[in-house]
Nanobody, 116 residues
């Protein structure tokens, strides 16, 4: 089993920035891909960004150029730097981890609220 703990969510004005962090513990040898999903009220959960152990990244079109995902393989931590935030970025953000791109593990989620 892998445990994921997110931090860094909060309230920010439109145009501002936030940085999310997620630390993985437990059987971390069983995971390669880490990432972030989000779910806004009344909407389906969607992939925001993902990164492999070899630093291959993928982003949703809606966040390209504004969000940057990175990871520290020594500390088993993944980060999401979010710049130029928009009201439509408001959502609960979930850290994920898995052997492949489909997540095997989910964090409890952290709220990000962008005020316009």
């Amino acid at each position: 089993q892998v445990q994921l703990v997110e931090s860094g969510g909060g309230l920010v004005q439109a145009g501002g920035s936030l940085r999310l962090s997620c630390a993985a513990s437990g059987s971390v040898f069983s995971i390669d891909v880490m990432g972030w999903y989000r779910q806004a009220p009344g909407k389906q959960r969607e992939l925001v960004a993902g990164i492999t152990g070899r630093y291959i990244t993928a982003y949703a079109d809606s966040v390209k150029g504004r969000f940057t995902i990175s990871r520290d393989n020594v500390k088993n931590t993944v980060f999401l730097q979010m710049n130029s935030l928009k009201a439509e970025d408001t959502a609960v953000y979930y850290c994920t981890a898995g052997l492949h791109w489909a997540p095997d593990y989910w964090g409890p989620g952290t709220q990000v609220t962008v005020s316009s």
